[in-house]
């Protein structure tokens, strides 16, 4: 870990806890977060999705995305990265939720949400923005709520689009 993205990732958290900070972002983050708790809302979607005969495809399609991804950022990377989180690092910082016992690089949440979001956007392209705000929030609650750092968070998202474009090029998506 450099030192640079070490001072950047604690200027951001810092920045945050001292002037975002408040009763009602409190909320707001709290919520979002447990949307993306287990791919809750996506999972959601694809319950949803399954339902319905015209669109059981796409919801085995975001199943399968939210499993692939998971796969990828929870078994694979944070097991190899190892990343302390921010909680355990900076010790003044205030927790709002329990603290998760993975590690920290790539953000799970992030990671997933714009997996399946990606996937999403392209299935049913008039949603896009509302998929891809909704994983950007449960994304920005990882860092508001000092369970990630920003370069865990954007590592996330990164993969996750990554995983995305790749689940619909093997897919063979036009």
Request: proline share 2%; hydrophobic share 50%; aromatic share 14%.
């Given at each position: 870990m450099t030192v640079l993205v070490r001072k950047f990732d604690v200027f951001i958290m810092l920045f945050i806890n001292k002037y975002l900070r408040?009763?009602?972002l409190d909320i707001f983050m709290c919520i979002m977060t447990k949307l993306g708790n287990m791919g809750a809302v996506w999972i959601a979607i694809a319950i949803y999705s399954l339902m319905d005969?015209?669109?059981r495809y796409e919801g085995k399609v975001v199943l399968s995305t939210l499993i692939i991804s998971t796969i990828i950022g929870e078994g694979v990377l944070k097991n190899l990265i190892k990343r302390s989180r921010p909680f355990d690092a900076e010790k003044n910082?205030?927790?709002?939720?329990?603290k998760p016992i993975s590690y920290s690089f790539p953000s799970g949440h992030a990671l997933s949400s714009f997996a399946v979001?990606?996937?999403?956007?392209?299935?049913?392209?008039?949603?896009?923005l509302i998929f891809i705000g909704l994983a950007f929030f449960i994304a920005?609650?990882?860092i508001y709520l000092c369970v990630h750092y920003?370069?865990?968070?954007?590592g996330g998202i990164a993969i996750g689009l990554i995983?995305?474009?790749f689940i619909l090029v093997v897919l063979n998506f036009k």
């Amino acid at each position: 870990m450099t030192v640079l993205v070490r001072k950047f990732d604690v200027f951001i958290m810092l920045f945050i806890n001292k002037y975002l900070r408040n009763k009602y972002l409190d909320i707001f983050m709290c919520i979002m977060t447990k949307l993306g708790n287990m791919g809750a809302v996506w999972i959601a979607i694809a319950i949803y999705s399954l339902m319905d005969k015209q669109y059981r495809y796409e919801g085995k399609v975001v199943l399968s995305t939210l499993i692939i991804s998971t796969i990828i950022g929870e078994g694979v990377l944070k097991n190899l990265i190892k990343r302390s989180r921010p909680f355990d690092a900076e010790k003044n910082v205030k927790l709002l939720i329990t603290k998760p016992i993975s590690y920290s690089f790539p953000s799970g949440h992030a990671l997933s949400s714009f997996a399946v979001a990606g996937v999403l956007s392209v299935y049913f392209a008039k949603y896009e923005l509302i998929f891809i705000g909704l994983a950007f929030f449960i994304a920005i609650s990882r860092i508001y709520l000092c369970v990630h750092y920003t370069t865990d968070v954007i590592g996330g998202i990164a993969i996750g689009l990554i995983c995305s474009k790749f689940i619909l090029v093997v897919l063979n998506f036009k």
